[in-house]
């Protein structure tokens, strides 16, 4: 997830990231289509994408990312730092699968307690 968001954002302008050449970037390397079209999905589900960036289709899925919106700014700034990350899939591990939303839950209070603010 936090692999897609930053490939996503250091995308120069005019540059795609589809399901065609995904693997081409190196954050990206290492994972299978399945992979990716199924966190894209959610991504675009917690709506992290611009509209119509993902289409599902019956027989797959297909993407044309240029950009991230607002809210995928605001948590790929969340889950930039390596620590925090670290530490936000620590603790969403122990239930198996956790919302994206949650995700930044979770990473947000980790940054609050690390800088000294209430949760």
């Known amino acids: 997830m936090r692999n897609i968001l930053l490939t996503v954002e250091s995308l120069e302008f005019g540059e795609i990231l589809t399901v065609e050449n995904f693997s081409g970037f190196p954050l990206l390397q290492g994972y299978s289509e399945e ?20 289409i599902k ?41 956790t919302p994206v939303k949650i995700l930044a839950e979770i990473a947000m209070s980790i940054i609050r307690s690390g800088v000294g603010l209430p949760f």
């Open 35 to 54: 992979e990716i079209c199924y966190v894209i999905l959610r991504l675009d589900e917690a709506e992290y994408f611009p509209e119509n960036s993902v």
């Open 57 to 97: 289709l019956l027989n797959g899925t297909r993407f044309t990312i240029t950009s991230l919106t607002w809210d995928g700014h605001q948590f790929l700034d969340c889950i930039r730092d390596e620590e925090v990350w670290e530490k936000t899939r620590r603790k969403s591990s122990k239930f198996g699968s």
